[in-house]
């Protein structure tokens, strides 16, 4: 746990960056530092790992002011990453990685096999492994960066703009790589940005600071979204905050239809006297094929002879009421289906259930979404913190042919590189 204990940090000059700031940022957890340009973001991230000391205050790390310790020292368990640099260029790529284990006294090739795995562990072509950075994309660049700061495998991580200079695509997955492997590695993470929306999707705790480094308010996403303490907040969160806040709310309150599920097999004559003016047509394996719509029946045969609506469908109980709302937008019918983990149909969402559940959240109910995103890549419960990517409605695409396919589908996309920079080991200040 890394705690702010009055920090305060006044410049030469009589700035003051940093003040009096009182925050805990719990170990194995992700906190984010947002606000805008100049509001001390940079400086109370440097005063956790020595590169500049307060002037004021206590910052203690587990409990131990970390004045009191060398800073080489500190700077071992601190993994560093930051924008645009830091890479050292006349090093090969595995080279940079291996940096901090060969400075701790690793043996060679020990120190390269750990590159070799980080590499690997942050989506990077072991190819890349022999190449300078300038022979990389900025993104891979990024990728690489965070990788040495992994290197010894430090407890905390300390990230200032790291993902700013990319292209949006780019930045995203680099986003979704960060989640998937927080994940794995429960690091102690401080992330600094000055986009909000990165701060929402990656945070477990978001603090949005103040121009003169005084913290504004300190909550988890969907706490901010619902409840900003004061109208600077609510400014910097930006439009369609009731919208955004969706993304972090389970869709398990939403009660699921199972009767307008129906076989292809189905005649039409039983399709006409169901009543309901759209039913969800599933193969024999219970997957999702399309909406028919039972006012446009043919006279005779089963539903498997009709072309069929494209779905939206959501999984259920891994995406968030914003996926569920999103799904039903995508869909002709305006009701969803939700389906499971391994795409079978579980039952329709319809637009009366959706607006029950979104009445609730209106009164201020609602359970938090366990996992809202990281679609696609892989990671499941990643704890009882909900963050995630955006919304993350799997919809089936213009071909009903495809709808089958799309559990599992959506949501992060391929991972590629991009433009941007990096890291120092412990302490190196680009
Ligand atoms: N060495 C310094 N001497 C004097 N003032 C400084 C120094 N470093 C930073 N400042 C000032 O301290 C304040 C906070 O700077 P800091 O770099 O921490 O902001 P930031 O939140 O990281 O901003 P940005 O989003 O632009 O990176 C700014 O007003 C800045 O001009
Ligand atoms: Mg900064």
């Not at 600094?192 to 996403?221: F, N, S, W, Y």
């Not at 909406?291 to 609506?309: F, I, K, N, R, Y």
């Not at 990517?389 to 042919?401: E, I, L, N």
Request: aromatic content about 4%.
């Amino acid at each position: 746990m890394i705690t702010f204990n009055g920090v305060t940090k006044r410049y030469a000059d009589g700035t003051v960056a940093v003040d009096d700031l009182n925050l805990e940022v719990p170990t194995g957890e992700m906190t984010v530092f947002v606000g805008p340009s100049g509001c001390g973001k940079t400086t109370s991230l440097r005063m956790i790992n020595r590169m500049i000391d307060p002037s004021g205050g206590q910052l203690l790390l587990d409990g131990v002011d970390v004045t009191t310790i060398d800073p080489p020292t500190l700077r071992r368990g601190i993994g560093y990453v930051i924008q645009q640099a830091g890479l050292f260029p006349h090093r090969k790529i595995v080279d940079n990685v291996a940096t901090v284990p060969l400075l701790l006294g690793w043996d060679r090739k020990k120190a390269r096999a750990r590159a070799m795995e980080l590499l690997e562990r942050v989506g990077l072509d072991p190819k890349m492994a022999g190449r300078y950075p300038f022979q990389l994309s900025g993104g891979q660049q990024q990728r690489v960066g965070v990788a040495r700061a992994l290197a010894a495998d430090p407890p905390v991580l300390l990230m200032d703009e790291p993902f700013s200079a990319v292209d949006p695509i780019v930045r995203t997955s680099l986003q979704d790589e960060l989640l998937r492997l927080q994940a794995e590695l429960n690091k102690t993470i401080v992330f600094v940005t000055h986009d909000i929306d990165e701060a929402m999707k990656l945070g477990d705790r978001v603090a949005v600071l103040r121009v003169g480094g005084r913290l504004a308010q300190l909550d988890d996403p969907a706490t901010l979204l619902a409840r900003p303490a004061d109208d600077f907040v609510r400014e910097f969160l930006g439009r369609d905050r009731g919208i955004r806040r969706l993304s972090f709310i389970s869709d398990e309150g939403v009660g699921l239809r199972t009767d307008l599920l129906v076989p292809a097999s189905t005649d039409v004559a039983s399709a006409r006297a169901s009543g309901e003016e759209w039913l969800a047509v599933v193969d024999e394996r219970e997957r999702p094929l399309g909406w028919v719509a039972t006012g446009h029946l043919p006279a005779s045969g089963t539903l498997a002879d009709l072309e069929l609506a494209p779905y939206g469908t959501y999984v259920s109980g891994r995406d968030s009421l914003r996926g569920a709302l999103d799904a039903t937008l995508l869909s002709p019918s305006g009701n969803a289906v939700a389906v499971d983990g391994s795409g079978r149909a579980v039952g329709v969402a319809t637009r009366r259930s959706l607006n029950e559940a979104l009445t609730e959240v209106a009164a201020g109910a609602g359970s938090p979404a366990k996992s809202p995103g990281v679609t696609g890549s892989g990671v499941t419960g990643t704890g009882a913190s909900a963050k995630g990517p955006d919304v993350t409605a799997t919809d089936a695409g213009p071909s009903v042919k495809d709808a089958g396919d799309t559990s599992g589908a959506g949501g992060a996309g391929a991972t590629t590189g991009g433009t941007g920079g990096t890291a120092g080991p412990g302490g190196v200040d680009g």
